[in-house]
């Protein structure tokens, strides 16, 4: 994984030397060409590598309406994504290598890699003076789905393998099921005569009567 020097060799700022400017209306920005960072990322993790998010039947990268595509990045063990886009009057290999190239700086980004010329005006101030106008906020971590249910903790994550692993908690009531077990209940989904729709642990037992509340996908009781 990422360690702390690794992210700071990775936000160290450019020289004057490798920083380009380009017009757009009436501002002029500063940027760093494809090549540059490039370099960084070797320089950070030579084994550091780039995976389209979806591919064409041919097997190359899908290229959307906006002759752009979405990736993923990896540096460091770490992945985050980027999206980049070839510029209008581009057409076929010239497009997809802008697009590419564009990805991998918005990807980049998110790394810290020239995060300043990104974030500023470049027509205002100069480029050893560049700022945030604002400075960065974390992102919190997703809390995990909590459940007293270790069937339905297990049921949720094989259905999302990319996500926090649900947390079983011990319940603070009595069990939903009066037989005081989880094995008389199966997932089921559908829609109830009165056309809502369901989807939970449903218990088999017969006769009817006998059948404990079904349980929702949050843990909790669930009624039609």
């Known amino acids: 994984m990422m360690d702390e020097a690794q992210a700071k060799a990775l936000r160290a700022p450019f020289g004057n030397g490798v920083i380009e400017t380009k017009n757009v209306g009436s501002r002029i920005y500063n940027f760093i060409n494809h090549a540059v960072v490039t370099d960084r990322l ?3 993790d030579p084994n550091w590598y780039w995976q389209p998010m979806a591919l064409a039947v041919d097997g190359s990268p899908v290229i959307d309406a906006n002759n752009g595509l979405w990736i993923r990045l990896t540096v460091c063990g770490v992945t985050r994504i980027g999206y980049g886009a070839s510029e209008p ?33 470049s027509s205002v101030m100069g480029v050893e003076a560049v700022t945030l106008t604002q400075p960065l906020r974390s992102v919190p971590p997703l809390k995990p789905v909590e459940t007293t249910n270790p069937e339905l903790a297990t049921f949720l994550d094989q259905r999302r393998p990319e996500s926090i692993p649900t947390l079983v908690v011990p319940p603070d009531v009595e069990p939903y099921c ?5 094995a008389c209940r199966i997932y089921k989904s559908g829609t109830s ?11 088999q037992r017969s006769p ?3 059948q404990c509340t079904p349980i929702s996908l949050d843990g909790k009781p669930w009624r039609k």
Not at 112 to 119: H, T
């Open 89 to 121: 009057h581009q057409k076929g290999a010239d497009a997809v290598k802008t697009a590419i190239s564009d990805a991998l700086k918005n990807a980049a980004m998110r790394f810290g890699v020239a995060l300043d010329l990104w974030g500023a005006d």
């Open 42 to 44: 070797i320089a950070v």
């Open 178 to 182: 009066p037989h005081n077990e989880t």
């Open 193 to 203: 005569n009165s056309g809502k729709a369901y989807e939970g642990l449903f218990c």
């Open 208 to 210: 009817y009567s006998e």
